[in-house]
């Protein structure tokens, strides 16, 4: 366990010294592609200008013959493509993989200047981010890299959910986590094979109005990952880093993923995977503050001048505690208004 004046220390000779605070850009979107599909590597340059996080991947959705035409192809299009804004993120192959060292020494010598994140599947606890963190020191003092790249899990397995605190807390480099529904399914023995989502058996059943006890019962659908979204925003907010809801894999089902996307904005999520263009949209709206409540942010955090005491706004108590919910709000909104000439129109900012 190293002393809390090492933690912030390189782990490597000539490695950058890591960061204090994870910065904060718009992450509404984590979007996913095939850098081996040369059509989705054709669309790169349009798609980055509509997103806020690109991400190339490297696992589970590129075959097997494909792993390093993956990589190489992601390599061509970081070097090809200006980003601007958008941050460019990679999801390489799981730790137990026989490709994950060949991605990571290819990555960070050739593109390491380009990449934001990397993103480490099937995380199960801080030895994994150990292991990435050392490993990443070593590759970026040889690369020469004046910036660190910083480190996204994923939560999938049982075991990661129950390490999630520890994991969150592993590194200075850590970024953020996400949920990885499907695999995390699979790990606990849910019998569901949806990907992200809800399911229509996991309900709850009003009471009987009388002696007739089948018919007349509302039916009320649960949220199957109510728990380990909040345990992981929990996580994530207590070490200062990042929570993501993770892929909703309904294509099709767009009002689903809108409101999946929605609980997890309302949990403290500050984005979700988008793995088709139609979920870019869905993404940007939900995890952008509505002007409405933006209006309402300001309102509070104007009358509440040093943020003490209470006031009555429209007929509701506001005090200290309402005023930080809404300068987080009103952060969000600032920000999202620097990058959006639209949403910085609509929030008056």
């Not at 590129?62 to 941050?87: P, Y």
């Not at 040889?142 to 480190?151: E, F, Y």
């Not at 959910?161 to 849910?190: F, H, K, T, W, Y």
Request: a negative charge; charged letters at 25%; one cysteine or more.
């Amino acid at each position: 366990m190293r002393s809390p004046r090492a933690f912030f220390r390189p782990l490597a000779v000539g490695a950058p010294v890591p960061n204090v605070d994870i910065p904060f850009k718009p992450s509404r979107m984590i979007h996913f592609f095939d850098p081996s599909n040369e059509k989705m590597a054709a669309k790169v340059p349009s798609i980055a200008a509509k997103v806020d996080i690109l991400l190339g991947n490297l696992e589970d959705a590129v075959k097997t013959d494909r792993k390093e035409a993956a990589r190489q192809g992601l390599v061509e299009i970081a070097k090809a493509n200006d980003f601007g804004h958008t941050q460019l993120w990679t999801r390489v192959n799981s730790l137990d993989s026989p490709w994950v060292l060949d991605d990571l020494i290819t990555l960070v010598t050739q593109i390491g200047d380009k990449l934001d994140v990397i993103m480490v599947p099937k995380v199960e606890g801080p030895q994994d981010i150990h292991y990435v963190d050392r490993l990443l020191a070593q590759l970026e003092a040889r690369a020469g890299l004046k910036r660190q790249i910083l480190v996204h899990a994923i939560l999938e397995t049982a075991e990661g959910v129950a390490n999630v605190e520890q994991i969150a807390a592993a590194s200075p480099r850590m970024q953020g986590i996400s949920l990885g529904p499907a695999d995390l399914a699979a790990s606990r023995r849910m019998k569901t094979t949806r990907v992200g989502g809800g399911h229509p058996g996991y309900l709850v059943r009003q009471d009987p109005a009388g002696d007739d006890l089948t018919e007349g019962r509302a039916v009320y659908q649960q949220d199957l990952w109510h728990y380990t979204i909040a345990r992981m925003v929990d996580a994530c907010a207590m070490n200062g880093i990042l929570p993501f809801y993770g892929p909703f894999g309904d294509i099709r089902d767009v009002v689903a993923c809108e409101d999946q996307f929605r609980n997890a904005f309302l949990l403290g999520c500050v984005g979700a995977w988008s793995l088709h263009p139609v979920q870019i949209d869905i993404a940007k709206r939900v995890f952008s503050p509505s002007p409405e409540d933006v209006a309402h942010a300001k309102r509070v955090v104007e009358a509440m001048g040093d943020g003490s005491g209470a006031v009555m706004i429209d007929g509701k108590m506001e005090d200290d505690a309402s005023c930080k919910q809404n300068i987080v709000m009103l952060d969000l909104a600032k920000a999202l208004a620097e990058r959006d000439p639209e949403l910085a129109a609509a929030y008056d900012l």
